[in-house]
């Protein structure tokens, strides 16, 4: 449930030679900044590498309810379900789990003076949200 950028799985190449770096057990993707940009709208770039946000109830699946699976815009990797997802009064898409544990990581974000959980894509990193 992205836009096009986000049905773009691991398709980047330059020069015939893929630009994407797998590690051989993890499946990490790993690309240069430039290449991010080429493949991810100015929006999709600032939220998923930046760890931007849009704004609260903007986001084209805030208030999408029908079934479907919800992919990372950076790599495809299916992450949420729609049966998990609910209304947190956020004004952005909320889930209480992940499709599969292994799809989602999380850390611990000590910025803007409180603690909270930042999740990512498993696969590129990309920033989900906290």
């Known amino acids: 449930m992205t836009g096009d950028k986000g049905q773009q799985k ?3 190449t330059h020069s015939g030679q893929s630009t994407e770096q797998q590690g051989s057990q993890s499946g990490k993707i790993q690309r240069t900044d430039a290449e991010w940009r080429k493949l991810l ?3 999709q770039y600032h939220v998923l590498r930046e760890h931007g946000t849009e704004r609260a109830f903007t986001g084209a699946y805030a208030d999408r309810h029908g079934p479907g699976t919800y ?3 950076g790599c495809g990797l299916e992450l949420f379900g729609s049966d998990e997802k609910y209304d947190s009064g956020s004004g952005w ?10 799809s989602v990581e999380t850390d611990t974000d000590t910025a803007h003076g409180m603690v ?3 999740v990512h894509c498993a696969r590129c990193g990309g920033h989900l949200g906290h």
């Open 116 to 118: 909270r959980t930042e």
């Open 41 to 43: 709208t100015a929006e």
């Open 71 to 73: 992919v990372c815009a």
């Open 93 to 102: 898409p909320s889930f209480y789990a992940p499709l599969n544990p292994t």
């Open 10 to 12: 691991d398709a980047a």
